[in-house]
């Protein structure tokens, strides 16, 4: 017997299906699916199990509070963010580190003719500094802050009140 679904084989072997192989695969898989959709054994009876629905503690029944609104602080519209002020080379190495940079980023925002950059405040405000460079004096800018591409701007803080002791 010759044909396309059959191959004859030598020697007066009887002919094989071509098919054979194909459906020996089927039934392995068939057999492996069975076995994975029996019962799972479990650790411990409770393993896994979901929260009761009136449990007091289940992170959904918790108040969430709304995220703080941004605020501007400078708007210039025709200056470019490069002239903003004074780049400082320390400062920017130490935040591409993440050891200089916005608590909350753009939380406090400059807005320039072609770019938006955070600020913090020298006096601790919006500001994470754990080395202590900051001073009170001064304003930081951060472009592309968060990143280990920032880059940081100083400017002076002309507000008379910042520099003063809280309570004073």
Request: with cysteine; glycine share 8%.
């Amino acid at each position: 017997m010759t044909g396309a679904a059959f191959t004859q084989w030598r020697c007066g072997s009887p002919p094989v299906p071509r098919t054979a192989p194909a459906l020996a695969l089927l039934a392995g898989i068939l057999a492996f699916c069975a076995a994975a959709q029996a019962d799972p054994v479990q650790t411990n009876p409770g393993h896994l199990a979901p929260p009761a629905a009136d449990d007091p503690h289940f992170e959904q029944n918790r108040l969430t509070l709304s995220p703080k609104k941004s605020q501007v602080v400078i708007r210039d519209a025709k200056k470019e963010w490069r002239k903003a002020g004074k780049l400082d080379k320390a400062l920017t190495a130490a935040c591409r580190a993440k050891r200089f940079r916005e608590r909350e980023y753009l939380l406090f925002r400059a807005i320039y003719k072609d770019s938006t950059l955070g600020v913090a405040f020298g006096h601790g405000l919006n500001i994470y500094d754990p080395d202590r460079k900051a001073k009170p004096g001064m304003i930081y800018l951060f472009w592309q802050g968060g990143t280990t591409a920032c880059e940081v701007l100083t400017t002076a803080n002309l507000d008379p009140n910042a520099t003063k002791p809280a309570g004073k």
